[in-house]
């Protein structure tokens, strides 16, 4: 049995939990708004068109932070085209998804929508095929309180309240060809840091995130980082990082790939650092993680969509993956790295919220349920608090061809001492064997088990078991049993391909 050696300590810790750590994301894509949050007509929608039952799962997963309209999508956006009574509102392609967007929902309804999912709104400006000026009558809109034209224009669309969204991001995904109006970094540079010091006299106490790579593996990757923070350095908060994860041929690669995500973040902290201390800048730069998932890209008609070749519908399935266990066992190990590195990744929206790679599926008219990969977020979510602990690992490890030498046990914990309870988010890699993790907790004092779950394939299923519209509770978590706590030290035996939660506190 494949062992690993753990030792935390409430004297060392990393840094606060990020609240904004667990956010996702919204965006104008496929299924994502409509017949996701929005469609009136549903038995369950609201007098707004608001889906209620997918409303009372969001509030379960309890995102923190919700990252809107896009995308891809975005990179096209009319946001006037949003606002306003719904029957005079256009009708548009668009051409990142090739697809009708209506804009029956937009801006308001997103405002209206986050009040109710008790979470806060981020918006993306257009830096595609738009620039300063619609930058800065968007958030004139969204949070000058009255007497000018976009502030009156909200005021006379029903919203007599300024919607104070804090976090904006300056366009989306610029380094990427695939995005319109894609760019080199050093106009890019320009662009978002001269749309900055704008928005900010719009409205100073806005925080912006300003666009890093689509991935790690983009050709143009630490260059564009360097270069877009050398123009924007003064003007911006954040610097933004993407990455999806597929199972290709290899799943012990695919149980690793947190260890792309380490090493992207990592990077990016070293560059923005870099730029930091060339130009002698007090500040610190954090990094904005707002895309990241597992999304089977290979299977989708997203490839069609970039060909040209699919129909101008609305509202079309797209990249709808149904998540399996193993997809949840790696989204937990994600959501561990980003823990890891809660000193510097201080935003982060898993992409996406609903149908979308969601964490959730619904139904047009039908039901709405979470998806395997919810669990783990879920639980991350509600569980980390206080402050990362500064995991001391020492796993037997395994061979992958990417990634080398790879640890067996993924583990990232807190330590909330109000409550005086340590969580410990674990997972088990090896696909055959289970692990015992002994977990050395001698500085908290006496503590007891709280809780613990675990997500694994249970007896009939596999690691490919996934939640459908027929089985929405099959992949949950269940109790794991055998946590033991004794002589400063917890005991955990994890399941073969497992992902769980232990939750230990003082009496
Ligand atoms: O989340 C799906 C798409 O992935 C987004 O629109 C884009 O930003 C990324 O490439």
Redo the contacts with the bound molecule.
């Keep these: 049995m494949p062992r690993a050696r753990l030792t935390v300590d409430p004297d060392f810790t990393i840094a606060p939990v990020p609240p904004r750590l667990f956010g996702t ?1 919204v ?1 104008h ?1 496929g299924r994502g708004v409509y017949t996701g949050i929005y469609e009136p007509g549903h038995p369950k929608a609201d007098a707004d068109g608001l889906r209620t039952d997918v409303l009372d799962l969001v509030r379960e997963l309890g995102p923190t932070v919700v990252r809107y309209p ?4 975005v990179s096209g956006y009319y946001w006037e085209d949003g606002v306003g009574p719904k029957d005079e509102r256009p009708r548009r392609l668009d051409r ?1 998804w090739r697809t009708i967007e209506t804009n029956e929902f937009g801006l308001g309804e997103f405002a209206r929508w986050a009040k109710a999912a008790d979470t806060e709104p981020m918006m993306a400006v257009n830096l595609g095929t738009r620039g300063v000026q619609e930058a800065c009558d968007i958030l004139e809109y969204a949070n000058h309180p009255g007497g000018t034209k976009f502030s009156d224009l909200r005021r006379a669309h029903g919203n007599a309240d300024p919607f104070d969204i804090k976090l904006w991001c300056l366009g ?2 610029m380094d ?1 060809p695939w995005q319109v109006g894609h760019k080199t970094a050093a106009e890019y540079g320009r662009l978002a840091a001269e749309t900055a010091r704008a928005m900010r006299l719009v409205d100073p106490r806005i925080e912006l995130v300003a666009c890093g790579s ?1 991935k790690y593996a983009m050709p143009t990757f630490g260059e564009w980082e360097r270069v877009v923070l050398e123009e924007t350095y003064d003007q911006v908060d954040y610097i933004s990082a ?1 990455a999806y994860y597929q199972e290709h041929d290899d799943l012990g690669d695919f149980l690793a790939c947190a260890r792309d995500m380490d090493t992207f973040i990592e990077s990016v902290v070293a560059t923005a650092d870099a730029v930091r201390a060339r130009g002698k800048h007090r500040k610190r730069i954090d990094i904005s993680f707002d ?1 990241w998932n597992v999304w089977y890209q290979s299977r989708h008609r997203a490839s069609a969509i970039a060909k040209g070749e699919s129909e101008w519908e609305v509202a079309p399935r797209v990249i709808e993956d149904e998540y399996s266990i193993t997809d949840a066992v790696v989204v937990g190990t994600l959501l561990n790295s980003l823990l890891r590195h809660g000193d510097r990744v201080t935003v982060a929206c898993q ?2 919220l609903v149908n ?2 969601g964490l959730l599926r619904s139904e047009p008219g039908g039901p709405a349920w979470k998806q395997a990969i919810a669990h783990p977020f879920e639980q991350v979510r509600r569980r980390a608090a206080g402050e990362i602990l500064d995991v001391r690992a020492r796993s037997d490890r395994y061979e992958t061809p990417r990634f080398g030498d790879v640890d067996l046990v993924d583990a990232a914990g807190t330590w909330d001492a109000e409550t005086g309870t340590v969580a410990l988010f674990l997972a088990n890699r090896d696909q055959a064997e289970a692990a015992t993790v002994e977990v050395g907790v001698r500085g908290f004092g006496e503590l007891r088990v709280q809780h613990a779950a675990v997500l694994a394939a249970a007896e009939g299923q596999d690691r490919h078991t996934t939640n459908d519209d027929g089985h929405q509770d099959r992949v949950g978590l269940r109790p794991l049993d055998g946590v033991e706590v004794a002589d400063g030290q917890a005991t955990v035996t994890l399941p073969p391909l497992s992902w769980a939660v232990v939750q230990l506190a003082r009496p």
């Design positions: 994301f965006e894509m896009g995308g891809n999508f990142a989306n995904e990427g689509s993407h895309e992409a996406q979308v790679i």
